[in-house]
């Protein structure tokens, strides 16, 4: 089993992964236009695939207690220039948890697989290439009279073969 390379990055890259909108830097003629798009460094991650990266995602808190992504989607975003680039857009603002805007094509090179109860996911039928991991574990806990949103985006990077499973563990240590 081949063994993943885990990398943090900061809370710019749970925006450009989880959901947000092509950075100006990155977007030639404005969000959501087909120019500009480099679809072809893409375009080994669309090919179909025998690898599979099998994950856990979980934070335990200090007081002991576990909270997994179950629930929320986690994202498999292939590595390319263009993620890179945005990232790169990202860190350079000034509030690291501005939403950036990404090319409307981004998206269907984007797949998603829903974390299980016991904090479990798996994407299949991956092509070898370099992806970026990235789940959501958030909880919500009582703060007097109000209800706060607690946790954070767990990231980690893997690398598929040709077939077999690359296993990924996020854990707090993943966190942005």
Known sequence: ??????????AALALLLAGCA???????????TKAGFPAA?????????????????????PEG???????????LSPRTDYTLALLTASRAREDPWQPVEWHSEYERFRRKARCKGAGTF????LPPGRWFVL????????????????????HGEVETGTGGTTRVILTAANRF
């Open 1 to 10: 089993m081949a063994r993943p390379r885990l990398t943090g990055v900061s």
């Open 22 to 32: 092509v950075p100006d830097a990155v977007q030639d003629t404005g969000p959501g």
């Open 41 to 61: 460094e893409f375009a080994w991650s669309a090919q179909p695939g025998t690898a599979s990266v099998d994950g856990t995602a979980s934070i335990r808190t």
């Open 65 to 75: 207690d576990l909270h997994t992504c179950a629930g929320h989607d986690v994202v």
């Open 122 to 125: 798996r994407f299949v039928s």
């Open 135 to 154: 789940a959501p574990v958030f909880w919500e806990t009582s703060a007097g009279r109000y209800n706060v949103y607690q946790g954070a985006y767990l």
